[in-house]
């Protein structure tokens, strides 16, 4: 049937997710990070300049960071491109001929391409364990513990997470570093694989795992801290910034939003990007939201 075209969703808040059965914190000298199918093929099925992909790529790019900071190995899947019938198996009846040979479209996304350090792992089916050497990799690196990010969440990291809790390898899946066919599709196979076979968890809550600060107080975040943020990361900050001033006039877009999101929630202030674009576009009506959040 090939792949679908993607409708664009905002991508889901780890928070309001169900509780995950499984609560497996990530160790950063027993993990490693798989970046998952991150193909330029595959990432083609979305409009890439629409969420939930420039939040995916933002936060699998923060994840790829720490790990390179901490020393923790980073691993790449990647179907070949130009697969003849019979290593495409079943995949064929299903998904089609898969890349097409000498299309590119076998490469990694540029933003998050593996560095000269990092390995990539040929993958051939649905879970990045079958028919790949990647458990023996770990096993080499003295690694039992696998952040999976990347895409599809509801074929192959799933199905990479539950061959993983098979293989005895404790997997957390970075909810808010995956993307799916819907929103729906993405919550509800996360919801799963939390419930039986991974861990799940925010992407800022394991870069806290991976740098080692898990157990570290979190800094305090109200208005004020908002506001310094504010004109921090605005390319032509006003003087003052006071609460009722437009941020869209200002010149705030959407790439630097997520990195505020990120910020704060790193900082102990749980929001999203949602809750954001749906308030006031000001200071006053970004604490508003803040509050209410904070509230439930």
Known sequence: ????????????????????????????????????????????????????????????????????????????SAQ????????????QPVWGDGIPGASGGDRILPAIAPGADDEVVTKWRYSALVRTDLRERLRAKGRDQLVVCGIYTHIGIAMTAAHAFMEDLESVIAAD????????????????????????????????????????????????RMRADLLG???????????????????????????????????GLTLSTEDLIEAEPTLAGWWEAATAVAAH
């Open 1 to 76: 049937m090939g792949l679908p075209r993607i409708a664009p969703y905002p991508m889901p808040d780890p928070a309001a997710l169900p509780e995950a059965a499984i609560d497996w914190t990530i160790d950063p000298a027993r993990a490693a990070l798989l970046v998952h199918d991150m193909q330029t093929h595959f990432l083609a099925a979305f409009d890439v300049a629409r969420e939930p992909i420039p939040e995916l790529v933002a936060n699998v790019r923060r994840l790829i960071d720490a790990c390179h900071a901490a020393g923790v190995p980073v691993l790449y």
């Open 80 to 91: 070949p491109a130009g697969q003849t019938p019979d290593q495409r198996g079943l995949l």
């Open 177 to 224: 570093a995956v993307a799916d066919f819907t929103a729906e599709e993405q919550v509800t196979a996360l919801t799963w694989a939390g419930s039986c076979c991974a861990g799940v968890a925010a992407t800022a809550t394991l870069v806290r795992q991976i740098r080692g600060t898990a157990g570290t107080p979190t800094a305090v975040v109200d208005r004020e």
């Open 233 to 267: 990361i605005l390319a032509d900050p006003p003087a003052e910034l006071g609460d009722h001033d437009d941020l869209l006039d200002l010149g705030l877009d959407s790439l630097q939003v997520m990195a505020l999101v990120t910020r704060w929630r790193e900082a």
